[in-house]
């Protein structure tokens, strides 16, 4: 399958500092990034979709301007924690999609975010 | 919005039985339903798919099922192993539109 690689593995951050994760599709152009949320024993919950070239689509309850994501070219996206605070803290994955007639999402590692 | 409703969220069997989880969806132009296995701190990995046009897929030793009338859609795990362990999402989504929503996932824990 297609590799998506997410960077940092993990990250510990004080409180009121932003923290830039970054997820690459490295064997394919991904045309869509979801970004999710995962706290300790819960499941994935969507935060944004982003497309090449334009602005993210926040879910319903997501903060736009805490969570900045940016999707730049076609092998990039980042997810901008901004004046992070300790409930930020979670694990933080994205997936991509390829074309439109590519229905499988593939996930990168994964970001163990903490904030002191 | 899509809503996917996940049971059990716990299930305990021994190595050679079989696990079912179950999944109900609530939108009816959802037609594209993928499995996941999450081992601890890890990605979530597709285990099997299925859309909405079959109502049954085996792959080895796992088969999904969709019902589309009834919204729901299982997973069935035969001859479990003990690496069968880990934490099941379902997922649906409408192939159109690309995001998936998960349930709330299931722990499955198979004793030797």
């Known amino acids: 399958g297609a590799v998506v690689s997410q960077h940092p593995s993990w990250v510990i951050c004080k409180s009121g500092t932003s923290v830039k994760i970054e997820c690459r599709s490295l064997?394919?152009?991904?045309?869509?990034m979801f970004w999710y949320r995962q706290f300790p024993k819960q499941s994935l919950m969507l935060m944004a979709t982003?497309?090449?070239?334009?602005?993210?689509?926040?879910e319903q309850g997501v903060e736009k301007d805490k969570f900045l994501i940016n999707h730049a070219s076609l092998t990039l996206s980042t997810l901008t924690v901004t004046s992070a605070h300790p409930e930020d803290s979670s694990f933080y994955i994205c997936?991509?999609?390829?074309?439109?007639?590519?229905?499988?999402?593939?996930f990168g590692q994964g970001t163990r975010l903490t904030v002191v | 919005g899509e809503n996917v409703e996940q049971h059990p969220s716990t299930l305990s069997v021994q190595e050679g039985d079989s696990a079912v989880i179950k999944c109900t969806y609530s939108?009816?132009?959802?037609?594209?339903f993928p499995w996941y296995k999450q081992e601890l701190g890890k990605r979530p990995q597709l285990i099997i798919d299925?859309?909405?046009?079959?109502g049954e897929k085996k792959d080895q030793r796992i088969a999904v099922t969709l019902n589309k009338t009834a919204k729901h859609f299982s997973l069935h795990i035969t001859e479990t192993q003990p690496e069968d362990s880990a934490v099941y999402f379902c997922?649906?989504?409408?192939?159109?539109?690309?995001?998936?929503?998960f349930g709330t996932g299931t722990r499955l824990l198979v004793s030797p």
């Open positions: 939108d009816s132009a959802s037609n594209y």
């Open positions: 982003s497309n090449e070239g334009s602005k993210a689509t926040y």
């Open positions: 997936s991509a999609k390829g074309g439109s007639g590519n229905t499988e999402a593939f």
């Open positions: 299925i859309r909405s046009n079959v």
């Open positions: 997922a649906a989504s409408m192939v159109s539109f690309q995001k998936l929503v």
């Open positions: 064997d394919f152009q991904a045309t869509t």
